[in-house]
Structures are given as C-alpha cells and as structure tokens.
C-alpha cells in the first residue's frame, strides 16, 4: 500500500509569516497534486506537479515536486487569514486512475 | 455549473437502519469514488468505478456497498451502520487525463451512527 506522510500536522502563524509544508512517500508516484479543503467543503485542486525537480508558482504558493518523484513541498509566502484550511497532498499513479491521499496539514493564519 | 453533488449533508441514524448516500456528477466523468475523512487519518478510498457497471474496493470497503447503474450516479449504500462508520463522506469524479487528472469532490456528507 502506497502511504504519503505530511509534515506538519498542524501549524498556526500569525499573518505575514512564511511556512513551509511538506509531503513524503516511500513510493514513486507518476504526479502529485496539493488540494486545499475548507470546513465544511470537499478538497478543491490547487496545482499538480509532474516532472522531477518542478517548480510551480500559484500567487503567494510555490510548489515543488522533489527530483525522485517521491516528496513535494508547498511554501506560502506573507501568509494570510484566507489560507487557513486543510492542505492535503496526493499521489496520482500513471493512467489517473487511482489516488493516495496524505493526512493533510492543518493551517491557520492569525490576524 | 460543474459540479459532484452529495445528499444529504448531514445524518444521524441508528446502528443497523439502511441508509443510502446519493451521489450525482454533471461533467460526464468515467471515473467516480468514495472517500471517508478521519482525523489524523486523511482521506481513505471506500469503493472507485471506472465506468458504469464497473465497480472495485478501495482501502476500507468493509460494510459498504455501491453501484454504477448510470454514468453520473454512485451511491454509497451502507446496510447494516454501525458506530465506526460514523465519519465524514466525500464523493468524487474525474475524467480520465493520465497524471493530469483531477478529481473533483462534493460538499461531503456527515455521518453519524448512535
């Protein structure tokens, strides 16, 4: 079975803080995809990650897939109180079939 | 508007009433799945169908059924509850685009069993 561990579980700044979250696997995965959840809702899709050592930037959030294809990273940058939610990472195996979803890191950003 | 929608958003039932948890998507996606939200434990897989007629356990299918009769329609049948499934539920859909797949979700259903 294909795990994914994230790190930290839970982490609560003050706004206008940098953070940064990671996502680990023993397990090499074709992709991997960040989601942010909100209470009360389903995971909504933020960026995908495809080839090795990617790089991708989203506003404020900067992703990174790590060169064996097994980890990524999300960094926020000058964080704010609407990046609060649940960040989970996800693993997408070849054909897009079938997807492993980490634990999640719970995020809160003060005022 | 695209979207995967899930009835109802909350329930308490009893342990042993049948219930059934409907799910319905409007983008035309092959692929549906149900997923249950643990603390600490993050999304687990219950039941995945790959086109009508197509069904095949997840990680945690024990005490859960479902079926694909139609391409937008994949309900969650639960015969017998009991308090360990008390959790929350997400249905799921997506259309097959290799490693660019992405799955979109309901609003989730919240699942109680006394």
């Not at chain 1, 074709?30 to 909100?38: F, G, H, I, P, V």
Request: aromatic share 10%; glycine share 8%.
């Amino acid at each position: 079975t294909q795990l994914l561990e994230q790190s930290p579980q839970f982490l609560s700044i003050q706004e206008g803080e940098n953070l940064t979250v990671y996502c680990n696997s023993s397990s090499v995965f074709s992709s991997l995809q960040w989601y942010r959840q909100e209470p009360g809702e389903g995971p909504v899709l933020l960026v995908t990650v495809v080839t090795g050592g990617e790089v991708k930037k989203l506003k404020r959030l900067t992703f990174q897939f790590g060169d064996a294809r097994k980890d990524s990273s999300l960094h926020i940058t000058a964080a704010q109180p609407g990046d609060t939610g649940l960040y989970l990472c996800a693993g997408v195996d070849n054909y897009g079939q079938n997807f492993v979803f980490g634990p999640g890191t719970r995020l809160s950003v003060l005022p | 508007e695209a979207q995967v929608t899930q009835n109802p958003r909350y329930l308490i039932t009893v342990t042993g009433k049948k219930l059934t948890v409907t799910c319905s998507q409007n983008m035309n996606h092959e692929y549906m799945s149900w997923y249950r939200q643990d603390p600490g434990l993050g999304l687990r897989q219950i039941y995945y169908s790959m086109n009508v007629e197509v069904t095949d356990k997840g990680d945690v299918p024990e005490g859960y059924k479902v079926s694909r009769k139609e391409k937008r329609n994949f309900p969650l049948i639960l015969e017998s509850p009991s308090p360990n499934q008390t959790s929350l539920y997400f249905c799921a859909s997506s259309l097959f685009r290799g490693r660019d797949t992405e799955a979109f979700f309901g609003q989730g259903t919240r699942l109680t069993v006394v």
